[in-house]
């Protein structure tokens, strides 16, 4: 299965973690020092519908933020 949503095309998106150790120097530390970088991936919210498509009900992929603005015509 594809992680996208087959209504607005939202997908995965690459990112870094950065871990730091250290206390804030605004909290009386000497300052945060990165100790490493690595990539993530952050996946959008995808929920499995059943929904009405050109006329038929068909399930369809869609994200949460598509289903609350209702793009989706729901079928129960």
């Known amino acids: 299965m594809a992680q996208y949503c ?3 095309g939202k997908g995965s998106n690459n990112a870094n973690r ?3 150790r250290g206390k804030a120097k605004k909290k009386g530390g000497v300052g945060r020092n990165v100790t490493s970088v690595s990539s993530r991936t952050q996946k959008p919210n995808l929920q499995k519908v059943k929904a009405i498509v050109d006329g038929k009900k068909q ?3 869609v994200c949460t933020k598509c289903l609350k603005a209702n ?3 729901r079928a129960y």
């Open 71 to 73: 793009k989706v015509q």
């Open 18 to 20: 950065i871990r730091r």
């Open 6 to 8: 087959e209504i607005c």
């Open 59 to 61: 399930k369809i992929t």
